[in-house]
């Protein structure tokens, strides 16, 4: 097949959507480790609901700057900024139900099941953050 054959943009585009998605994986792993140190500093002197408050909302500017910048490459702005908390909403809703489901039907301990919820969200959540990202009609 040569470059310009129909199915080789295919092949490009999906090459890149799974060099994307690793990006992804790799930047909620530092935004997870950076937010849990966040608490665990701030819970040394703050109430430990205050110091995680602070610190999911902190994480939450953190994967928006991580994943614009590194994952999805995309221009920063007052849009996509108000925007991108809710890929948090649909990552939590989903996340809710899957937990809700596997402890109250299959009895599993709420601990595994919310480690499954974690892992089956991902791709959901890279999803949904690539769609809240991608500029709108006004932005370039």
């Given at each position: ?19 994307s998605f690793a990006k992804f ?116």
């Amino acid at each position: 097949m040569t470059s310009s054959s129909p199915t080789s943009g295919d092949g490009n585009r999906r090459e890149r959507d799974l060099r994307s998605f690793a990006k992804f994986v790799l930047v909620g792993a530092i935004n997870t480790a950076a937010s849990y140190a966040l608490f665990v500093a701030l819970e040394l002197v703050l109430p430990y609901v205050a110091a995680y408050a602070i610190a999911y909302v902190a994480g939450i500017v953190l994967s928006y700057v991580l994943n614009t910048g590194l994952v999805f490459k995309v221009p920063r702005s007052w849009s996509t900024f108000l925007r991108f908390p809710l890929v948090y909403v649909v990552q939590f809703a989903l996340g809710s139900g899957i937990i809700i489901a596997l402890v109250e039907s299959f009895a599993m301990s709420p601990r595994i099941a919310a480690l499954i919820a974690i892992f089956a969200t991902i791709p959901v959540t890279f999803l949904a953050a690539r769609f809240v990202l991608r500029p709108t009609g006004g932005e370039s």
